[in-house]
């Protein structure tokens, strides 16, 4: 079953760009994993991923493809998944209700997986490609 969860147009567009510059095929969408741990009591990693993978539930949220696995599924129900690029930090975070998870994604690089391993923030919105962001 899929959570009853939010994703932002800010959160949606910096996971559109995850997905375009990943040099996926068309349809690729981003796994999304969220774990119980780290000092905040949760802990996300996100990945391009060409298709779901066993066990992942799959949505599309205004064509963003998402899989979610099991865990994930659980404790995003009631999130907003937002997108926040301020002087302290940059990348997504979950709030649910007025408290926030504090939680930060990190992009992954598994061996052999085809995933982002590095963003440059200040190119998202830009218009441009983060390798040509000085």
């Known amino acids: 079953m899929l959570p009853n969860f939010t994703v932002t147009p800010a959160a949606a567009k910096f996971l559109r ?4 510059f990943s ?4 349809g690729a969408g981003v796994r999304l994993c ?3 741990g780290g000092c905040s009591g949760y ?3 996100l990945s391009a991923a060409a298709d779901v993978q066993s066990g992942d539930e ?6 963003l493809r998402l899989f979610l696995p099991a865990e994930s599924r659980l404790l995003l129900d009631g ?9 302290e930090r940059c990348g997504l975070a979950f709030n649910k209700g007025d408290q926030g998870l504090g939680v930060a994604a990190s992009a992954r690089e598994d061996a ?3 995933s982002v391993s590095r963003i440059d923030a200040s190119a998202i919105g ?5 390798r040509e962001a000085s």
């Open 34 to 36: 969220v774990s119980s």
């Open 58 to 63: 799959a949505t599309e949220i205004n064509g």
């Open 43 to 45: 802990d996300a990693e």
């Open 79 to 87: 999130v907003t998944i937002d997108f926040v690029d301020t002087p």
């Open 126 to 130: 830009r218009g441009r490609h983060p």
């Open 17 to 20: 760009r995850i997905v375009r």
């Open 112 to 114: 052999g997986e085809s």
């Open 23 to 26: 040099g996926l095929p068309s």
